[in-house]
């Protein structure tokens, strides 16, 4: 048989088993909030609006981790002073997320090292803290992916769970030379996307250099509209505040 629990203790020993119950819980705000003697109705309001915190802090850690961000990058730590090309009101503006609600495209045009990443995938986390599904990968890597699901005939399948995500982050695109076959599959999630739901992209080139990148004329033209149209674009600049923090670094040493 359970061993049933006495009712009716005394205030002492209610308060003391409050806080003992509090301590092995981890529950320091209940702790207060029964010291602070609150009533049963604001006691019971204040145990449900921690538990709902709780719970929407799990989820954004559970959305923020389904994305695959290869490391954790926030604004909080993007350092604007080191490059003046980029607005600080337009990327805080671009925080709130409203174009991710209503499905536009965001590019970040700019030299290595001049911050497109750390913005790409900050701006990915406020995403998906903010109640959205968010995927970060990089643009070799979902070609090959999409070759590969084209070769094993699941190509419509994996179109689809790339199109399904409401924020789709392309990191690095115009680094590689890709070829017609994984340009035209590349542009196949775009079309997918377009105009539903929302893509994000971190590109070292120009958009009159994506040729370099895809080689087709006709294709870049295309993909270029579906990225660029209704949309959002920052440009990062050309001079690298990476280059010039590790130039400092070793002048200081």
Not at 147 to 164: C, F, M, P, S
Not at 179 to 190: I, N, P, S, Y
Request: glycine share 8%; hydrophobic share 40%.
């Amino acid at each position: 048989m359970n061993a049933t629990r006495p009712r009716g203790l005394t205030e002492p020993a209610a308060d003391a088993a409050i806080d003992a119950a509090c301590r092995d819980l981890r529950l320091p705000t209940m702790r207060g909030a029964a010291r602070d003697q609150m009533t049963y109705r604001g006691f019971l309001a204040e145990l449900l609006m921690v538990e709902c915190d709780d719970r929407n802090r799990r989820r954004s850690e559970r959305r923020i981790k389904a994305a695959g961000f290869p490391r954790e990058k926030a604004l909080r730590t993007f350092d604007f002073d080191a490059n003046s090309a980029i607005d600080p009101a337009a990327i805080h503006t671009l925080a709130s997320c409203d174009w991710v609600r209503k499905g536009l495209p965001l590019c970040l045009i700019g030299d290595s090292g001049t911050g497109m990443s750390h913005l790409l995938i900050a701006l990915g986390t406020e995403a998906a803290m903010a109640g959205f599904r968010v995927k970060y990968v990089l643009a070799t890597k979902l070609v090959n992916e999409l070759v590969e699901a084209a070769d094993e005939k699941l190509l419509t399948k994996t179109i689809a769970r790339y199109g399904r995500v409401d924020l789709l982050c392309i990191d690095e695109l115009g680094y590689m030379e890709l070829d017609r076959r994984g340009a035209e599959l590349l542009f196949q999630v775009l079309t997918e996307r377009e105009e539903k739901n929302s893509m994000a992209i971190a590109s070292n080139e120009s958009f009159s250099s994506w040729t370099k990148t895809f080689t087709d004329p006709r294709l870049c033209a295309a993909i270029v509209d579906r990225l660029t149209f209704g949309g959002n674009i920052i440009e990062t600049g050309s001079d690298s505040y990476r280059l010039a923090h590790a130039k400092a670094q070793l002048g200081g040493g």
